[in-house]
């Protein structure tokens, strides 16, 4: 039986989808939404989840933001390149970034310009996208401290810049964040946001909303203390800056913060859920993914693992680590927390993609984001309240048997819990994750998230470690594994409506690349051994693949050149903690190295070599 | 001179042991290697003169190899010593048991600033531009000796083959 709410959801979609002028009458419009029921009842239960408009408008052509728009779908409404021409695709020019590190990055597109910034030493590029070969129009060096690489985690990655406005703002590793015209790659201005000695670093990329440029930081296996700070982008002046841990007033927790589940309630949270002074070197650092609601003002973003990894040196909840934060980005106040892992043992980082959607779910409309989070489960939560509405595994994991949706945490496997001085065994994801950082996409036409992630289990130990100031602040000896079938990495396609996989592609090596969707039925991503691919957005079948020269960790973008047509770009250049045996030169022989990651990642040695270089494809011209 | 995790009875057992470090000094001079390993070495100082090239315009040498070295490398005490440092000053954090990771690889046999073990020390001792901190306003120079014999005795010869294939491991059951 129908019910109201359905078919207005439903209405909902369609009128997105259809141009005004044919739904000019309401009448019409509800006479035909009544019809289609009728004739279709299946659209009932295929009801698709709709991307706010407010925070995805039309597509202009342009990419000025890594995660495409504020709800972060990483979907190009470009569709010149489809499923039926993709395979004649082919390179239109390449660029040497110069750099032999994880090339991590989006570039960016606005104004006729693309925009690349490389990993240390973070040096910007924009190339002039109105001329043959894309010449260099200008580039800039920030030269950041070269201590700086001693103390990033996992390889010396950056995740990319943002356009806004006639500028460009990005991170350097040594802790600025920058502000660069982007018509002539001046600097506008240049603000120190952290101090390297303390283990501090910046990888993250920058969001700029309502004139405020939103910067997290990094350092989360060197006992630093996260947190997320706004400037203001005309002066770089700091506006306002929200800790990880620490007092309410750090926090900027204050009168109107109100969490969904009661765990997530309370004065000093960030203060009491540790031993004393333990939250000043806990971690919770924001070098993840940040979104935006403009209907609802309010800001998400997650904090990553607590510190140090040996649980047993910081008993209690370690608030506010692994936790989603919506917060008011006029002024960084807190509305609602939800901590994905209370007391996390794993190093499951809560800093995963929050893709906004507006779905309905058993009847009601519900503002919601999806997270895939590194825990292995997909969040559903509801965006203006933090209520987690589901809670699903989208690979394989032992660690977490469930997600209790009446206290929002985890049900936790005791056997696969870590303990000082014993190795457990197979506990499944691994330190990274069942997915890290690289971001899903999600498409408005197929309804689906195209989630690029792991299958990567670990045996882990503990053991004791002290706290010296810009030193590693971990305590566990790691040796990450395949996870089971012995594929190390999955493209998993997700229906959010039925909460479940429709069809995953089973990959040799760790997915360690982005993705994005296309209008043109296509969704793009990359290998670490360097196959850039296009498979099918409905059916994941392989459309097209063409080998770069390294191993790619980075971002897809399209957009529409000069010329009117589509181009679709990619960073190429292995590198990152699941890359860092190559871009680093590490001995396989350790399997403890780079965090667990050196045994499971041994062969990639023989399957690619370091380079950073930017491809860019079009379709030939006719 | 602060340093933040010293070791008390390593120190007390250098401070015991130091008429026999003496003895030991002489018997390195008559080459007598293998009566090192008894017996934990002990030192003042970091080496008197270290070079990171091997490039001398107009036919000039390395410097010889300091002494001091010597008593320090290959002894298991030494070595004993220094991996529980190496731990504890969190050395294992970037370079693990050797493979690397945030640092470099130290049992791969290639060193960046050199393999001799004073070349080690120094780059303990002085840090290095790339990331690696500088330890001598954190250590004595006997911990600085035991962490390069360490950190010297961690490189293992690499297999002969140019490139080779390395499984990626086993999987886990379901």
Not at chain 2, 149 to 159: D, E, G
Request: charged residues 20%; aromatic residues 10%; proline residues 8%.
């Amino acid at each position: 039986m129908m019910t109201l709410p359905i078919s207005q959801s439903i209405r909902r979609y369609q009128v997105q989808d259809l141009t005004d002028s044919i739904w000019r009458s309401r009448w019409l419009r509800l006479l035909l939404t009544g019809a289609s029921l009728l004739l279709y009842p299946a659209l009932a239960t295929a009801q698709m989840p709709t991307v706010p408009a407010s925070a995805a408008p039309s597509d202009d052509g342009q990419w000025t933001m890594p995660a495409k728009n504020y709800a972060a779908t990483r979907y190009s409404a470009l569709d010149e390149i489809n499923s039926a021409n993709v395979s004649n695709l082919q390179v239109a020019f390449a660029f040497s970034t110069g750099v032999d590190h994880g090339q991590e990055a989006a570039p960016i597109v606005a104004d006729n310009t693309m925009f690349i910034v490389t990993p240390y030493p973070n040096i910007v590029f924009a190339l002039d996208l109105t001329k043959p070969g894309a010449p260099i129009k200008w580039s800039y060096q920030p030269r950041p401290d070269a201590a700086s690489q001693g103390v990033a985690c996992c390889d010396v990655v950056n995740r990319g810049a943002v356009y806004s406005d006639g500028k460009l703002f990005f991170n350097t590793l040594d802790d600025n964040t920058i502000a660069l015209d982007a018509e002539t790659g001046k600097v506008l201005w240049k603000t120190k946001l952290g101090d390297i000695n303390t283990g501090e670093t910046i990888t993250m990329a920058p969001l700029v909303v309502k004139g405020k440029v939103l910067v997290g930081d990094s350092g989360g296996e060197l006992g630093v203390r996260g947190w997320l700070a706004a400037l203001d982008v005309n002066t770089g002046k700091i506006l306002w800056r929200a800790y990880a841990t620490g007092p309410d007033k750090d926090v900027l927790i204050g009168p109107g913060f109100r969490s969904f589940y009661p765990s997530d309630n309370g004065t000093d949270l960030g203060i009491k859920t540790w031993p004393t002074d333990a939250w000043k070197t806990g971690g919770g650092t924001m070098w993840g993914w940040i979104a935006y609601d403009p209907d609802l003002n309010l800001i998400y973003s997650g904090t990553g693992n607590p510190g140090p990894w040996n649980q047993e040196q910081r008993p209690g909840d370690n608030k506010w680590t692994t936790t989603l934060f919506a917060r008011n980005p006029d002024t960084g106040a807190a509305k609602w927390a939800l901590q994905y892992n209370p007391h996390d043992e794993h190093d499951y980082d809560g800093i995963n993609e929050q893709i906004l959607v507006d779905m309905t779910v058993d009847g009601n409309l519900r503002k919601v984001l999806l997270h895939p989070d590194r825990n292995g489960y997909l969040y559903m939560v509801d965006r203006e309240s933090g209520e987690i509405v589901s809670a699903k595994p989208y690979g394989y994991v032992n660690s977490v048997l469930s997600i209790d949706l009446k206290t929002g945490r985890p049900v936790m496997n005791r056997d696969k819990l870590t303990k000082l001085g014993t190795v457990v065994h197979d506990i499944c994801p691994t330190a990274s994750g069942l997915k890290d950082w690289n971001p899903s996409a999600f498409s408005p036409v197929t309804g689906l998230m195209y989630i690029p992630h792991e299958n990567l289990c670990m045996d882990w130990k503990s053991r004791p470690v002290s706290y010296v100031a810009g030193t590693p602040f971990v305590g566990a000896e790691v040796v990450s594994k395949a996870g089971p079938g012995g594929n190390r990495g999955e493209f998993t396609a997700w229906d959010p409506v039925e909460g479940k996989a429709v069809w995953t592609i089973k990959e040799d090596l760790p997915l360690w690349s982005g993705t994005m969707a296309t209008a043109g039925g296509l969704v793009f991503y990359g290998t670490m051994d360097g196959w850039f691919k296009a498979v099918d957005a409905k059916t994941g079948e392989l459309k097209w693949q063409f080998r770069t020269g390294s191993g790619i960790i980075g971002q897809p973008i399209a957009y529409r050149g000069p010329d009117g047509h589509e181009y679709v770009a990619i960073l190429s250049g292995v590198g990152g903690w699941a890359g860092a045996i190559v871009s680093g030169d590490l001995d396989p022989r350790d399997p403890t190295g780079a965090l667990g990651m050196n045994g499971v990642m041994a062969d990639l040695k023989t399957k690619t070599a370091p380079g950073g270089t930017l491809y860019v494809f079009t379709l030939p011209k006719s | 001179m602060s340093s933040p995790c010293r070791n008390p009875e390593r120190w007390a057992a250098a401070t015991r042991l130091l008429p026999f470090a003496l003895v030991t000094v002489l018997a390195v001079a008559v080459n007598n290697a293998s009566a090192q390993q008894d017996t934990a070495p002990d030192a003042q100082h970091g080496p008197n003169e270290v070079s990171v090239t091997g490039l001398f315009p107009n036919g000039g040498a390395p410097p010889p190899q300091d002494p001091i070295g010597t008593r320090f490398e290959g002894n298991k005490l030494a070595i004993a010593a220094g991996k529980e440092l190496f731990g504890q000053m969190n050395c294992t954090g970037c370079h693990f048991n050797g493979g690397g990771g945030m640092g470099p690889a130290l049992m791969s046999g290639h060193w960046r600033y050199g393999g001799r073990i004073d070349q080690i020390y120094a780059s303990i001792a002085q840090g290095r531009p790339n990331g690696m901190p500088s330890w001598q306003d954190s250590l004595e120079p006997t911990m600085m000796w035991d962490l390069a014999a360490y950190v010297k005795s961690l490189s293992v010869p690499a297999p002969s083959s140019a490139s080779h294939t390395v499984a990626p491991g086993t999987s886990v059951k379901p």
